[in-house]
């Protein structure tokens, strides 16, 4: 057999697979559909998206995972598939910090896909009242940076809301050089926020020394200067380059290769076990010796482990904080249960901001 003759067989090939995903992705679609009719029949218009449900999707095709695509890149087409399912039933809206093409941007497409509207903000009390309005039915908000720390704001204004953490979704920032040119030697001036200057000091030290370094408000708005400015380049993401039809002149610029941050997906919703979830408490004491360890002794006793403790001032009396907790399992869990229930009893503010699927990479 010639080569043009393999080439041949191996596209027939191909097409009869690419029939085969067509008939298969139409079947799931009117599963959707299906399961729309019986949730609307039984008055559960609100219960459409499943976050437990899709962690345990996506997780499934993770491990059954023959190759050669890699488990994140099949996770990301199946989260396309059930994006594109679900917006058959009812489409979501989602706020989040903006403008358009930030990183923040890029977590909520990571997260519920492309096939739901987008509400950008100016502030993340914004994204917070959106959803506590019912404008918007989730919000996506950064809460921790790996090289930065936590967002204060944040967490403040968890303390005020009745919002509910649904969802988390890590974020690995990679920092690229965009530009309406082609050439590192057309570039004279570099934007970015201060932030992300910061990160890829190093690589532009060497790479782009003579390039003045002007900081912005956000990558978003430099990818816009960008392409609107002949001699620049801005520091931004893919979702940046897409937007703004930028070239990706470098990759992953930045410094420490490792920088990611968690956001959290807020909502009204309650969400059931996936099998691998997290919960999120916030709880106050009273300022008196051993408070802490009388708190948090419940989770040792009941063998749950804390993967996160962050203190705010309580804003009511002066040195008194509260405290949130990140700890592995559900609150449903029976030991978990158990460790929230003595938690409770030593807590003179408890409330559970949420339980939810720990984020699928």
């Avoid at 956001?263 to 979830?277: R, W």
């Avoid at 509260?322 to 700890?327: E, N, S």
């Amino acid at each position: 057999m010639t080569e043009a003759e393999k080439l041949k067989e191996l596209r027939e090939r191909i097409d009869a697979v690419d029939e085969r995903l067509i008939d298969l992705i139409s079947e799931r679609a009117r599963c959707a559909e299906e399961v729309a009719k019986i949730k609307r029949a039984d008055g559960a218009n609100n219960d459409l998206y499943r976050p437990e449900r899709e962690a345990q999707i996506l997780r499934r095709v993770q491990e059954g995972n023959p190759g050669p695509l890699s488990g994140e890149t099949l996770a990301r087409l199946f989260r396309e598939i059930m994006s594109a399912c679900l917006a058959l039933e009812a489409r979501l809206k989602i706020a989040f910090l903006g403008p358009a093409g930030t990183y923040t941007h890029a977590s909520v497409l990571k997260h519920f896909g492309r096939d739901v509207g987008l509400a950008p903000m100016s502030s993340l009390s914004e994204v917070f009242r959106e959803v506590e309005a019912g404008s918007c039915q989730y919000g996506v908000v950064p809460i921790e940076n790996s090289t930065e720390g936590v967002v204060s704001h944040t967490l403040d204004l968890f303390v005020q809301s009745p919002l509910k953490v649904c969802g988390e979704v890590l974020m690995r920032i990679h920092h690229n050089l965009l530009s309406q040119h082609e050439q590192l030697g057309d570039i004279k001036r570099v934007y970015a926020h201060q932030q992300a200057l910061a990160q890829c000091r190093r690589w532009l030290d060497v790479n782009l020394p003579q390039a003045e370094r002007v900081a912005l408000s956000s990558n978003a708005e430099a990818a816009r200067r960008a392409a609107a400015d002949t001699g620049t380049a801005a520091i931004a993401g893919d979702t940046a380059a897409e937007l703004y039809g930028l070239n990706i002149l470098q990759r992953n610029i930045e410094d420490h290769p490792d920088n990611t941050t968690r956001f959290l997906v807020i909502g009204t919703q309650t969400v059931p076990p996936s099998g691998d979830d997290k919960t999120t408490v916030l709880v106050s004491t009273a300022n008196r010796p051993g408070a802490l360890h009388r708190l948090l002794t419940p989770l040792a006793l009941n063998n749950v482990s804390m993967t996160r403790i962050e203190s705010r001032p309580s804003r009511c009396v002066n040195w008194e904080y509260v405290y949130f907790l990140d700890i592995e399992g559900h609150a449903e869990d029976p030991k978990v249960k158990a460790a929230l229930a003595g938690l409770r009893q030593e807590a003179e503010l408890f409330r559970i901001l949420g339980a939810y699927p720990r984020a699928v990479l």
